[in-house]
């Protein structure tokens, strides 16, 4: 009867459930990060830093991330969506719609629509090195069927 007791404490540890059942705050979603930029940059997120335009994948845990950079340029554009792969289009999770805000950045303007979840950073007149910060939120109930996840 102790072996039993023993094997169900350990399966009960290796669970990242909750006592619903549901997965808990260890079950992480796949998002892409999308960078446009007019000059150099960096933009840092999950501890990698990323100084080319592009898109970025990324496996992360449910709630508020942040993200920070400078630019060094005249614009940044960093949009946040839900996976792009056909196997991940169905699940559930990702950045919610409308969670999207500045913490601070020149001129930041936020792009939040039907299609898109993204912010806008403008160095004008000329360009220096000026830092930024914004955050989103990664939801277990945002899907993209349901209209709710950043597309």
Known sequence: MRVVGIVLVAAVGLCACDSSGSLGP?????????????????VTFQHQTMTAPGNYSFNVPE?????????????I??????AMTRADS??????LQGSLQNIQGPNAQLNVGADT?????LDLPTPESRDFRF?????????RNHGNQCK
């Open 135 to 143: 955050q989103f939120t990664v939801s277990a109930s945002a899907t």
């Open 90 to 95: 169905g699940r559930s999770g990702g950045p």
């Open 26 to 42: 260890s079950s992480t979603f796949a998002i892409t990060m999308y960078i446009v930029a007019d000059g150099p940059f960096t």
């Open 63 to 75: 709630g508020v991330q942040q993200v920070s950079g400078q630019i060094m340029g005249r614009l």
């Open 117 to 121: 979840c993204s912010i806008q950073y």
């Open 77 to 82: 554009q960093v949009g946040v969506r839900g």
